[in-house]
């Protein structure tokens, strides 16, 4: 490395410089984004855990912003909103703290159909109820473990045997006429999964890995996608058009910065 490569500086982000950041990530629809208040509580809780106190109504209005920029982009953008405790000098602890923000934005891409393959999470698990950014970090250093060509296939098990989740996304299994989603350590508080379980049509419960050998659908669920059913696990196909996603999908009508049920399908 050349010395002309290497960029000397007196500050740095302590989101890059201690992983001290957390992060949000919604869809805008039409200027509008499904379950906006609680994507913005889960956020706040994050940012106290490390001491970085914002006014609600700063956070409101830092979302605010976010979307009247991904509107003007699109009318059907992803959103990426990250926050850190701001620049500072060398130093663990940070005398001051000051949000700093940063928002990242792309236009919804069509998704592949989702073959997942089952693997083991090789860390300690823990309580994910926020989206710290350190936690990602750890991630891709599972990712590496795995070998996986596409680690986007992963479907994350503990090393005791029961299904966690995907990389991005939590997961719902369909088995005797239930939708059940992963509950414990290492699993993340998601908004569409919370939603789903407070409209009653989905339950949580711990998920031995059998039953990916019996279950009859699958789906992924996050803010990006909303629910998306899943095409195969270890090779075996699963049933992408089965009546009892549209359970799922039924549950979000009616509910605004959701894409219609026919979108949602494809």
Known sequence: MRMNEIKIVEKLDRGLAYAEACFETFRVLDGYVFQQVEHQRRLQYGLKTYGLIWTDAALKESFEQAMIAAN?????????????????????????MQPHVRVQMMPL??????????????????????????????SLRAVQQWGLDNPMQALICSADGHVLNTLTANIAIYRHRQWVTPQGLGILHGIVRQFLLEDGVLIESVCPSAWLDD???????????????????????????????????????????????????E
């Open 215 to 265: 279950c009859e659908a699958m789906v992924c669920m996050n803010s990006g996608v909303f629910v998306q059913p899943v095409a195969s696990i270890h090779g075996r196909s699963l049933h992408e058009n089965h009546a009892a996603v549209g359970e799922l999908l039924a549950a979000f009508d009616g509910q605004i910065g959701v894409p219609s049920m026919g979108v949602m399908r």
């Open 72 to 96: 003007v982009q699109g009318d059907d953008m992803l959103v990426r909103m990250t926050v850190s405790a701001g620049d500072t000098d060398w130093g663990l602890l940070a005398k001051q």
């Open 109 to 138: 891409v069509e998704r592949a159909p989702l073959h997942l393959q089952a693997v083991s999470w090789p860390f300690p698990l823990r309580e994910k109820r926020v989206k710290y950014t350190a936690d990602y970090a750890e």
